[in-house]
Every structure is written in structure tokens, then in C-alpha cells.
């Protein structure tokens, strides 16, 4: 396990949860969880160098002389409104379009062509709990994922409202 990148983790949902509290759990994103994460990397490791949206991919570390991709995913379901307040619709939520854009991306790492490459990472970020009846959940979609063929490891944190899924990919 990649101490840094499992320390970054953990403190990066506890920022962005208490980050919710002040602005709303609606109103986090992944772009918001990313600068978390990118920051807690630095504060770990002071020597490593980031790259934002490189060649596609979201996020290359480079640390000890190792290249480590991470594609970030994050899910929070919320409500749009009208302008006049009228409730709009959906955005966020689980569901098979989500769960494509996920394994597009697992399978994106998994054929990465660049070389070196020493680590292949995915983060997703979701809602613990959803609000909205559905038949589809984020635990549902992501809760049982195990090792496989693309997939080495699976790491979770949980805090009050969200939960991260950390996967190594092969």
C-alpha cells in the first residue's frame, strides 16, 4: 500500500465533509475533492510533482522517481431547481450511465500505454446514503467491487456522508 496516496485519501474526505458542512453536500464536486487531494499529496510528500489533466488522465504524481495515475469519480446526487423554484431535475444519481463512465475509465487504466507507469488509481468519491428512491444505489453499483483481472486492490474510508473507494489497478 502507498502510504502517501492512502494518507491523502483519508484527509481529503475529511476536508471536503467539512467543507460540506459549510457550503452543503449538494454543492461538493469533484473538482473541489481533486484540489483536496492534490494538496493533502503535497503536504504528505513535499517533493512530489503534480500534474493536472495530463494526456487525458486526471491527475499524474510523480514521487521517488515513480509515475502514478489517478482518474478521480465522484458522485453526489442533487436536485436542480427552476428559477422560480419549481423542482427540476435529477443530476448525480446511480445508475448504469454512471456505472459505464466508471469502467471506461477502470478500463482506461488498466491499457494505459505510457511508460513508465508504476501506479494506476481510481478514487471515486459518493454519497453514503441517497434521499431519492431508486432501484440503483452507489453501494449497490460500487460497495461489492472485489480484485480482479483489472483491479488489485480495493481500499474504503467512510466518513459521516460520504464514503471513497480506493482501487489499484493492475
Not at 492512502?6 to 452543503?24: Q, W
Not at 487531494?37 to 522517481?65: F, N
Not at 460497495?143 to 459521516?160: H, L, R, T, W
Request: glycine content about 6%; some cysteine.
Amino acid at each position: 500500500m502507498i502510504e502517501w496516496l492512502h494518507a491523502a485519501i483519508g484527509d481529503s474526505l475529511a476536508r471536503l465533509e467539512a467543507h460540506a458542512d459549510e457550503i452543503e453536500l449538494v454543492n461538493i464536486d469533484e473538482f473541489t475533492f481533486r484540489a483536496f487531494m492534490m494538496a493533502s499529496i503535497v503536504a504528505q510528500r513535499p517533493d512530489a510533482q503534480l500534474q493536472a489533466e495530463w494526456k487525458k488522465y486526471d491527475l499524474l504524481v510523480q514521487v521517488d522517481g515513480k509515475n502514478h495515475l489517478i482518474e478521480f469519480k465522484f458522485y453526489v446526487l442533487r436536485r436542480t431547481f427552476d428559477l422560480d423554484g419549481r423542482p427540476g431535475n435529477w443530476k448525480g444519481s446511480a445508475g448504469s450511465k454512471n456505472e459505464g463512465e466508471f469502467w471506461k475509465n477502470i478500463q482506461k487504466l488498466h491499457e494505459c500505454k505510457h511508460n513508465p507507469i508504476d501506479g494506476r488509481h481510481m478514487v471515486l468519491c459518493c454519497e453514503r446514503e441517497s434521499t431519492r428512491a431508486s432501484r440503483y444505489s452507489f453501494e449497490k453499483s460500487y460497495g461489492a467491487i472485489s480484485p480482479d483481472e483489472m483491479i488489485g486492490q480495493v481500499v474504503n474510508f467512510e466518513s459521516k456522508r460520504l464514503r471513497c473507494f480506493w482501487f489499484v489497478i493492475r
